[in-house]
């Protein structure tokens, strides 16, 4: 790693802390150690705090204050929405909708559940990873109790047709979840417009602390509202209107709603900004770099997600040399630690195996320059030469892969 220069182009994976959500954070570490459910002065000052930040964390998406329920992380809030969600409703039905690319947060919850007697329907996409709406009504059945498709999605940036299948959901009384994680803060959403009854979100993935997340349940107006369609997972004390016990992290929320503040003020200069960024990579790589391509939808995609597909190289040999030259990238690849699958996300839009290998992640952030930007059009094509000159994978062979699709390969 150089020193002198680092660029980090791996938002997606997470975000640098904002200084002034630091600022925050360190504030209530120092004044506000409370537990929230103390009567004595300290623990109500946490539960004010709590109430203010679930008020801001609310505001951003249109929700309403009592239906935000802080959680650990968004994982926790994916598998809070799908396992309370289908226990609670077991006896209406066993059948549940998602779509084949999801984040493993939601993908994994629904194959456990698949082992314990529900069927799950999981719905294909289409080359820029949308799913189709009539497919999805087509696939409810009597049975069917909770749809789960993502908002937008963590490797190629595309965005679902929320509104659509929220109006689907409610034509057919089914609860609808999303895993937003990728998009709050960096889109606008509107739950009550869009109908969704359950979305999580997380705040390290939007200039906020690891370790907190967020799930909002719609109110269905009465207090513990959520009673009525969701139970759940863990039990322990009365925090979070006993929807997720545990001492609450109030230093944390603090700086997640001062980052999702932040995300509200600078919503649409960052979106007009990285828009720009973002096509002007797509752009110069794909006139400029020889056999590449951009994967995932032109448009309708996060306006700071980039993934790139390179032929004859592999996704990691690239993250590695320009890590080397200062820039942090990721693969399109989600590599588990006991083999390395190509990723299940670029499968499902249609990529040959040894094509999910070649690709490139680039993911800007609030703190991405356009001198980042010239920084990574400088040294990517040196980077990719020189792999392609040491490539085995030379033009014309192109199947390395297609027997040996189970194998590690180097
Ligand atoms: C990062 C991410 C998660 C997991 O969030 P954590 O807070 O890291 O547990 C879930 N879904 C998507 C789409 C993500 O990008």
């Not at 509107?190 to 705040?203: G, P, R, Y």
């Not at 907190?212 to 509202?225: A, D, P």
């Not at 929807?243 to 709603?257: D, H, K, L, W, Y």
Request: hydrophobic share 35%; net charge neutral; charged share 25%.
């Amino acid at each position: 790693m150089n020193d002198s220069k680092y660029v980090y182009l791996d938002n997606a994976a997470t975000t640098p802390m904002d200084p002034r959500v630091i600022e925050e954070i360190n504030k209530h570490f120092k004044e506000n150690y409370g537990n929230s459910m103390s009567l004595h002065s300290v623990g109500q000052k946490a539960a004010q705090i709590l109430v203010k930040s679930r008020e801001t964390i609310a505001s951003l998406i249109n929700a309403e204050r009592d239906e935000i329920f802080f959680t650990s992380s968004g994982t926790e809030a994916d598998n809070i929405a799908i396992f309370g969600v289908t226990a609670k409703n077991k006896n209406r039905g066993n059948h549940i909708i998602t779509s084949a690319i999801e984040h493993h947060a939601v993908g994994h919850p629904s194959e456990e559940l698949e082992k314990k007697g529900f069927e799950v329907s999981v719905l294909p996409v289409d080359k820029g990873g949308l799913i189709n709406i009539s497919e999805l009504e087509d696939s409810i059945t009597k049975k069917t109790i909770l749809i789960s498709i993502m908002f937008a999605n963590n490797e190629i940036g595309t965005i679902q047709p929320i509104k659509e299948i929220g109006e689907i959901a409610k034509k057919h009384d089914i609860i609808f979840h999303t895993d937003a994680v990728q998009a709050f803060g960096k889109i606008p959403i509107d739950v009550k417009k869009m109908n969704i009854d359950l979305l999580s979100a997380s705040a390290h993935k939007l200039y906020g602390p690891k370790g907190v997340g967020m799930l909002y349940i719609k109110n269905k107006g009465v207090r513990k509202g959520w009673g009525k369609f969701i139970e759940p997972i863990m039990y322990g004390g009365g925090h979070e209107r006993e929807m997720r016990p545990s001492t609450v992290n109030v230093p944390g929320i603090a700086g997640f709603a001062r980052a999702a503040e932040l995300a509200k003020e600078e919503m649409q200069s960052e979106m007009e900004r990285h828009t720009k960024l973002r096509d002007r990579i797509i752009k110069w790589v794909t006139e400029n770099i020889e056999d590449s391509y951009l994967n995932g939808h032109p448009t309708k995609r996060l306006p700071n997600n980039v993934n790139l597909g390179f032929k004859f190289i592999e996704g990691e040999s690239i993250v590695l040399d320009l890590d080397m030259e200062g820039i942090a990238t990721s693969t399109g690849s989600a590599c588990s630690s006991k083999s390395l699958e190509p990723s299940h996300v670029l499968l499902a839009i249609g990529l040959k195996p040894e094509e999910a290998h070649g690709s490139l992640r680039v993911t800007l952030g609030r703190f991405t320059t356009e001198e980042d930007v010239d920084y990574l059009l400088r040294k990517l094509p040196p980077v990719i030469d020189r792999l392609r000159k040491m490539s085995p994978l030379k033009k014309g062979v192109k199947y390395m892969f297609a027997d040996s699709s189970n194998e590690h390969h180097h």
